[in-house]
């Protein structure tokens, strides 16, 4: 497979909050499935603690009324959600940690704690690369595009400069969709140009008025209410003046009057105002877009086809711009009567492959294979023999799986066919905190809600860092239209640690995109809010196994059990430097499960399990004893793909410099910062990050053994004497005084207590005083 260049020269180097654990070279199979009938195998449970390094969060579930508020399109409360609704009254972006019922008694829950431990037992083990999207179809634009980037003689070669093999016309249903070609502009009127549309330039609109736009519902492109917009229109021709970006006038002849169809000008067509280009639309900077575009009305020519593989992927690859009004949520610009942009077909008789709703629009990187022609997946760059669906690899016969149902019908598989289908030999408990932790939130202040900055999500189309680059000079770059002997995806994506993360990193900057006044924007469509959990909690969850042989048991402890200074992450943030978790104290017991089922009771009490187990550390090492061997090498830890996944494991004490080289790069500079980038510099491997920022190691924090001392517990009832804004005290009827109690730790449901109320609470004892907590009333 080809490899990626290390070491990178500096002005070559990207960085980011992630790397990659790079493709393994084969895959391990597994070993023979068992019948889940027969209990041959290891079955048993691993009690694992769990202790936050930094700031953790995992959102909660929505209530049921909280759910259909938010599929009737309303905020929380019940008002319909609209562009000026606040983000923080959005239901999807309810803050409260996971839990059931109790705010104070949060849940890390099962389904997040699998994830997190299949993810690294899928690198560990040499399993197939999966699930890698075959949905997602990757396309590009290249219209400013330097000439030593890789993809503009690409983009040039199918738009060409200036736009100049786009056509356009109107589309049709039939029995897919068609275009009619529009009138050439010269048949409408001899003094044109032979275009099929017209550019009307903004400042032959706004500066010289020398084009009149009689449309009462019309949005400039420098507006900040901009949106894209299609009007049917009539127009009149004449001269223009306008200066272009020379500073020269010009004087063409064009459309000179543009109104409705009432107005009833002398010709016919569609004015097309396409989107603006700006990131924000508050008027604080002129759109860099020039034009907007008139369309003839459509001519008596030969509708054109468009291809269905050309539908089907620009379907699937459109953006969330694209599917806003005026374009269709499902179908972009795929409407009836609509007019589209497209390239015409080479041959006749041939069909539409590339088009959209401007001249200069993306275009698909496409894969020809088995007579068809379409847009490339991310699939595409997983080598075949690393998603073989004939192999069975240890994550899928430990964590289960279905084939996919071509697949099982290609092969004649039968219900009951272990090859077909086989269900999960493990299962997660929900992780619960731990004794009586006080303070849990990341957040001490008012209701404790953090607002992140911005989230990025990722961006593939970035195809300098998410595939495997052999050369670091720009225009020899890999892309998504170069071919799979030439590269693949970097590999798995994991995040760094940061170390501890204060207040200050995680929240937003006056520079940070949707900011005003120091804020964000109340109706920000990007922010969110959370209440994060703080560092040095500690968590305990069971993970169960069931007929697991000696290695699948080890290759489950060594994900479990990391070297000393290693830890995972989890939930939200990742990006953030949020989600580092340690796992620690790690027993485990192995049950004989057939003893089990042979003998009930012993004596006069329940039979309990025999106890049969080597150590975590035995069964790591057999583990690795079994990879050695296939792999046909002699220390495990030393396989280099292993070795980056350790460095993207370890923590590392945060400061400045290691903060910097862990960061985003800047895509939209402010005050004069680059755009970072905008010349595709190459991300290197973990190990040469390590080995050219030189982190510090940090000593994860244990929690001390004697917080989970069980504390002296009793019912109490009492009268309130007092409860302010977060806390109060109840005097308790047995002697015990004044027992102080907290807000959160009220009962499910309650969001304060008044003076005189009798109340029935759970009392602890911590040091000289008395807390309470589960407080209900009991008299008002």
């Known amino acids: 497979m080809p490899s990626h260049k290390n070491p990178i020269p500096p002005d070559r180097t990207a960085f980011a909050p992630y790397n990659f654990v790079p493709l393994p070279d084969t895959v391990v199979p597994a070993e023979q499935q068992p019948d889940h009938d027969k209990y041959e195998g290891l079955t048993g449970h691993f009690l694992v603690r769990l202790t936050t390094q930094s700031p953790t969060y995992i959102r909660g579930l929505l209530t049921i009324p909280e759910y259909e508020l938010q599929e009737q399109g309303k905020d929380i409360d019940g008002n319909p959600v609209g562009t000026e609704t606040p983000f923080r009254k959005l239901v999807k972006n309810k803050p409260e940690f996971a839990h059931y019922g109790r705010e104070n008694q949060p849940v890390i829950p099962g389904s997040s704690l699998r994830g997190m431990i299949r993810t690294l037992f899928e690198i560990v083990t040499f399993s197939k690369v999966q699930p890698v999207s075959d949905a997602t179809r990757m396309f590009f634009r290249a219209v400013a595009a330097p000439q030593n980037d890789p993809l503009k003689q690409p983009y040039q070669d199918v738009i060409t400069n200036n736009a100049t093999n786009i056509d356009v016309g109107y589309l049709e249903w039939d029995d897919g969709w068609y275009v009619r070609p529009a009138k050439f502009a010269n048949q409408v009127d001899s003094s044109l140009s032979g275009d099929r549309y017209l550019k009307i330039r903004k400042d032959a609109i706004d500066a010289y008025r020398s084009v009149q736009i009689l449309l009462s519902n019309y949005v400039g492109l420098d507006q900040a209410n901009y949106k894209p917009q299609y009007y049917e229109v009539t127009f009149e021709v004449g001269r223009i003046r306008y200066i272009n970006k020379e500073k020269e006038t010009k004087t063409p002849i064009s459309a000179n009057k543009i109104g409705t169809t009432a107005d009833g000008l002398t010709h016919k067509g569609t004015l097309v105002a396409t989107g603006n280009m700006l990131e924000t639309s508050d008027g604080s900077k002129p759109s860099p877009r020039m034009n907007v575009y008139l369309v003839p009305e459509a001519s008596d020519e030969p509708r054109i086809k468009i291809g269905n593989q050309a539908v089907l992927d620009y379907v699937a690859a459109l953006t969330p711009f ?459």
């Open 322 to 780: 694209q599917k806003e009004t005026p374009f269709s949520p499902t179908d972009g610009v795929l409407r009836e009567g609509r007019p589209i942009f497209y390239v015409p077909p080479q041959k006749a008789g041939g069909e539409i492959i590339h088009f959209g709703h401007t001249p200069n629009f993306r275009i698909a990187y496409l894969k020809s294979e088995n007579g068809l022609v379409r847009a490339t997946t991310p699939q595409d760059f997983v080598p075949k023999k690393l998603r073989n669906e004939d192999l069975l690899d240890f994550t899928e016969a430990i964590f289960g799986f279905i084939r996919s149902g071509a697949h099982r019908q290609k092969k004649g598989w039968k219900q009951g066919d272990k090859r077909a289908a086989f269900s999960s030999r493990v299962s997660f408990t929900d992780a619960r905190l731990l004794g009586r932790q006080s303070r849990i939130f990341f957040i001490q202040e008012g209701d404790n809600t953090l607002i992140p900055r911005i989230l990025a999500t990722p961006k593939p189309t970035s195809f300098q860092l998410y595939l495997v680059q052999s050369d670091e000079q720009k225009d020899n770059l890999r892309h998504y239209g170069s071919s799979i002997k030439n590269t693949t995806i970097r590999g798995h994506k994991l995040y760094w640690h940061r170390g501890q993360m204060t207040k200050g990193n995680l929240e937003p900057t006056e520079k940070d995109p949707g900011m005003e006044n120091g804020h964000p924007k109340v109706n920000s469509t990007q922010y969110t809010q959370t209440k994060p959990l703080r560092s040095d909690l500690t968590f305990e969850f069971k993970l169960y196994f069931s007929n697991l042989s000696e290695i699948e048991l080890g290759a489950l402890a060594w994900v479990l059990s990391l070297p000393e200074n290693h830890a995972h992450k989890i939930g939200m943030g990742k990006p953030l430097g949020m989600g580092s978790v340690l796992l620690h104290n790690i027993e485990l017991q192995i049950d004989n499960a057939c003893n089990r089922y042979q003998h009930l009771f012993e004596e006069d009490t329940w039979a309990q399990p025999q106890i049969m187990a080597k150590t975590v550390e035995a069964y790591k090492e057999l583990f690795e004893g079994h990879m050695q061997t296939v792999l046909s090498v002699t220390d495990f830890k030393s396989i280099p793909r292993i070795q980056m996944l350790l460095k993207l494991l370890h923590c590392w004490e945060q400061s400045d410099s290691w903060l910097a080289a862990t960061q985003y790069m800047k895509i939209n500079p402010v005050d004069g910062e680059e755009d970072q980038y905008k010349n595709r510099a190459i991300l290197p491997d973990p190990k040469d990050v390590i080995t050219k920022h030189n982190p510090q190691p940090c000593q994860p924090s244990l929690p001390p053994p004697e917080r989970f001392v069980e504390r002296e517990s009793k019912q109490l009832e009492g009268i309130v004497q007092y409860f302010g804004k977060r806390a109060g005290g109840i005097q308790s009827d047995s002697g015990e005084g004044i027992v102080k109690i907290h807000k959160r730790d009220l009962s499910s449901g309650m969001d304060t207590l008044h003076e005189g109320q009798r109340v029935r609470f759970m009392a602890v004892q911590e040091g000289d005083e008395w807390r309470a907590y589960d407080v209900e009333i009991i008299q008002d």
